[in-house]
C-alpha cells in the first residue's frame, strides 16, 4: 500500500513532477492519483501559464482536495523559468509544515521537466536548498499517443502554439517533446484507444529506444496503478544530469530489442571535415536549418536567411531558414522517402575552416538545430585541458586530425542507414580538396553562422585578483569542461 509509506517528521517531502503538452492527460493523471491516493495526504502545486488556472480549477471542482491537504496555484508564467523562485518558496513552505505525506506538481505544457529539477539543485536567495527538506522522487511525462506522429514532425514554435510571450518560444513542439521524453523516468502512452494495436506497439519501442531507462507504460484516460508514479525512488539527479539513456547505450554497443517494428539507431562517424556549402545544401534539402551564435557574431548574415531580433537567455541569437509548413512537409517526405523517417539526432560535427571549435547538432523531427558548441581539445594546449583524465582524451585523437571528428547518433523508424551514410559521406570533404589551394575559397564561401574565435589568454598572477576573476567571467568558453581558456565572445 501506498499508504504505508507515509513521511515521519525525520524525512523529506518525496516530489512527483507531471510534464507533458496540453492536452495530453496531465491533469486526468492528477485526478486518477487524488482519488486513488490510499491514504496519503497530498499537496498538489498546479501550474498554469494562462491568468485563470483551468487546470486547478478542475481539481478542486472534483472535490479530491480533502480539507486538510492542499491545492496551490501558480498562474501567469511558467514554474521552469518566470516563476521558479515562486516554486522553490512554495515548496519550501509544504515541506516545513510537516502536514503531508506527497507533493505531486503539475508543470504547463511547455514546461522543461529538467529546470524544474534543477529547482531543487539551485540555492535561493537565502543559499536554501530544496533538496534539504524534499526529495524529487519521479519525473512522470504524459505522451499523447494520437498526436505523438504529428508532434514529432512539427516545424512550429512555442511562440506560433502558444503566443508570442511564451517563455522559450523560439523552441520548436518537436524539441520540447524530445526533452520532456528524455527526461522521464515514468512515461505515460496515453490516449492509446485512439489507435491500432500496432500503433502502441510501434510507439511503446519508439519511447524506450529515445528513453531506454524510463519506464514506458501504456494507457487510456490516464489510468496506471498510482504505484508507477508515487514512491518509485526512480529519480537520480546525477544520472539525469548526464546525456540520453539513449546515447549511453548507443555508446556501450546496446542492440535495441525493437528491430521488429523498424525503429533503429547507429552512429555516424567520420574523421574528414564537411564541405561548409555541401553540407548546407544537404540540411536545407531534408529540414528546416535553425542555426543559433552569439548575439552581434553573425552582422553579415546571407539576405536568403532570416535572423530573429529576439535574443535568448545566454546572449544567443538565431538564424532560420523561411519554411513553410508545405515545404517543410516537402523536405519530410523527401527524407522518409530517400532516408527513412529520421525521429531523431544529436551529435557534433566539425565543418572545414572550422577547426577550433565543434558544432552542435540535434535534429527533432521536421526541424535541424545547430550551434557552436565547445573548443576541440586538439585546439587546446594540454597543460590547459583541466579537470579531464587527459588518457581519456586522447583515446578520440589520431595523428591527423586531433579529436576533431563527426560523430551524430540518428534514431527512427525504417531508417536507410546506408543511403544516409553514403549522404554524409558526400557531403564530406575529400583528400583531393583537403589538399588543394582552393580551401581557402572553400572556406571563405562557408554559407553557415559565424561561430566564435577561440582565443587563449595567459593571465598572470601579478594581475589584479578581482579583474582577472571579471575578465574570466566575461571571456570564459560557454560550453564543455573547463579547460583554462578564453573565447572572445563565447
Known amino acids: 500500500m501506498v499508504a504505508d509509506k507515509r513521511k515521519k517528521k525525520s524525512q523529506k517531502l518525496p516530489v512527483t513532477v507531471l510534464s507533458g503538452f496540453l492536452g495530453s492527460g496531465k491533469t486526468t493523471l492528477l485526478r486518477h492519483v487524488l482519488h486513488n491516493k490510499q491514504g496519503l495526504r497530498c499537496a498538489v502545486i498546479v501550474n498554469d501559464m494562462a491568468e485563470l488556472n483551468i487546470d486547478a480549477t478542475l481539481v478542486k471542482s472534483d472535490s479530491v482536495i480533502q480539507t486538510e491537504e492542499r491545492l496551490v496555484e501558480m498562474q501567469n508564467g511558467c514554474i521552469c523559468c518566470t516563476l521558479r523562485e515562486d516554486l522553490l518558496i512554495e515548496v519550501r513552505q509544504l515541506a516545513e509544515s510537516n502536514r503531508f505525506d506527497y507533493l505531486i506538481v503539475e508543470s504547463t505544457g511547455i514546461g522543461e521537466p529538467q529546470q524544474v529539477a534543477e529547482t531543487f539543485e539551485i540555492p535561493g536567495d537565502d543559499d536554501f536548498l530544496l533538496k534539504d527538506v524534499s526529495k524529487l522522487d519521479t519525473m512522470v511525462t504524459v505522451v499523447d499517443a494520437a498526436n505523438l506522429r504529428a508532434n514529432l ?120 571535415p564537411f564541405h561548409p556549402k555541401r553540407l548546407w545544401d544537404f540540411i536545407n534539402s531534408l529540414w528546416a536549418l535553425h542555426e543559433m551564435s552569439p548575439a552581434g557574431e553573425d552582422e553579415d548574415a546571407s539576405p536568403d536567411t532570416e535572423l530573429n531580433n529576439a535574443t535568448s537567455e545566454g546572449g544567443f541569437e538565431m538564424r532560420t531558414q523561411p519554411v513553410s509548413e508545405t515545404e ?88 536507410k542507414k546506408e543511403a544516409l551514410v553514403a549522404a554524409l559521406d558526400m557531403c564530406l570533404c575529400t583528400e583531393k580538396e583537403l589538399k588543394c589551394k582552393n580551401m581557402k575559397k572553400i572556406v571563405q564561401n562557408d554559407p553557415f553562422m559565424k561561430w566564435p574565435e577561440l582565443e587563449i589568454v595567459e593571465v598572470t598572477e601579478s594581475e589584479d585578483s578581482d579583474e582577472s576573476m571579471e575578465s574570466e567571467e566575461e571571456e570564459e568558453v560557454k560550453k564543455g569542461p573547463a579547460r583554462n581558456t578564453r573565447s572572445k565572445r563565447y
Not at 360 to 370: D, N, P, Y
Request: charged share 25%; aromatic share 8%; proline share 4%.
Open 153 to 272: 514532425a512539427s516545424i512550429q514554435t512555442l511562440a506560433e502554439r502558444d503566443g508570442e510571450d511564451v517563455a522559450g518560444g523560439e523552441r520548436t513542439v518537436a524539441d520540447l517533446l524530445l526533452d520532456q521524453i528524455e527526461f522521464a523516468n515514468v512515461i505515460l502512452l496515453n490516449k492509446i484507444d485512439l489507435i491500432t494495436r500496432e500503433e502502441v506497439q510501434k510507439f511503446t519501442s519508439l519511447l524506450k529506444t529515445l528513453n531506454p531507462d524510463a519506464k514506458v507504460l501504456p494507457c487510456a484516460e490516464s489510468i496506471v496503478p498510482i504505484q508507477e508514479v508515487l514512491n518509485t525512488g526512480l529519480f537520480d539527479m546525477e544520472l539525469a544530469a548526464k546525456s540520453p539513456g539513449w546515447l549511453k547505450s548507443l555508446a556501450e554497443e546496446h542492440t535495441p530489442e525493437t528491430l521488429e517494428y523498424g525503429i533503429s539507431s547507429f552512429i555516424y562517424k567520420a574523421r574528414r
Open 328 to 415: 517543410a512537409e516537402s523536405k519530410q517526405t523527401a527524407l522518409h522517402s530517400k532516408y527513412g523517417q529520421v525521429l531523431r539526432s544529436k551529435g557534433f560535427f566539425w565543418i572545414a575552416g572550422r577547426d577550433e571549435v565543434h558544432g552542435e547538432w540535434s535534429t527533432a523531427g521536421a526541424v535541424l538545430r545547430c550551434s557552436p558548441g565547445s573548443p576541440w581539445f586538439a585546439a587546446i594546449p594540454e597543460e590547459l585541458w583541466g579537470g579531464v583524465d587527459a588518457d581519456v582524451v586522447k583515446r578520440d585523437f589520431n595523428a591527423e586530425t586531433g579529436d576533431r571528428r563527426q560523430e551524430i547518433v540518428f534514431i527512427g523508424i525504417d531508417v
